[in-house]
């Protein structure tokens, strides 16, 4: 098997957070049919699960975080600034809050940060890679 990411997040309703997360983009793989987890895809090598408080509690004894805490930021990279824009956009429109800190525009990258219906921290982004070799800097 290949090296890949699942991130595991626990979710107050797994089929609010799963449309949450189509409309930013995922897709959500149906070998989970139950109320308990949903698999949701960004990419080959990047998977969410999200699972039900209930499920996660049968995984760890550590606690929830509340959802104003940021236990970390997912980054996801988009193709374009418009594509982040839309992010966003989607995550308010959807259950979620978008630019819970302030916009970045560095001129080679932009980022919005958004939070899921749960306050999990996700940050859309996009980076012109050769603009920040050659040292096009707005920042």
Same mark, same amino acid.
Request: proline share 5%; aromatic share 10%.
């Given at each position: 098997?290949?090296?890949k990411?699942? @991130?595991?997040?626990?979710?107050t309703? @797994?089929n609010a957070s799963r $449309?949450?997360?189509?409309?930013?983009g995922?897709k959500? +793989?149906?070998?989970?049919p139950?109320?308990?987890?949903?698999?949701m @895809?960004w990419?080959? +090598?990047i998977?969410? %699960?999200l /699972? !039900?408080?209930a499920k996660?509690?049968t /995984?760890t004894?550590r606690?929830i975080p509340p959802s104003?805490?940021s236990e @970390?930021? #997912?980054? #996801?990279?988009l193709? !374009?600034?418009? $594509?982040?824009d839309?992010m966003a956009n989607?995550?308010? $429109?959807?259950g979620?809050?978008a630019?819970?800190?302030?916009i970045e +525009?560095? =001129?080679?990258?932009?980022?919005r940060?958004? $939070? +899921?219906?749960?306050g999990?921290a996700? =940050?859309? %982004?996009?980076?012109?890679?050769?603009? %920040?070799a050659? =040292?096009d800097?707005?920042?």
């Open positions: 098997m290949s090296k990411i699942f @991130v595991s997040l626990p979710v309703n @797994v $449309a949450f997360y189509e409309s930013l995922f959500n +793989d149906p070998r989970f139950d109320e308990t987890a949903a698999w @895809v990419s080959e +090598d998977n969410f %699960m /699972l !039900s408080q996660w509690r /995984l004894t606690p104003t805490s @970390v930021m #997912l980054a #996801l990279s193709d !374009s600034r418009d $594509a982040v839309a989607a995550a308010a $429109a959807n979620g809050q630019d819970i800190n302030p +525009d560095h =001129g080679f990258m932009y980022t940060d958004l $939070a +899921d219906p749960d999990h996700v =940050g859309a %982004m996009w980076m012109d890679a050769a603009a %920040m050659a =040292g800097r707005a920042d």
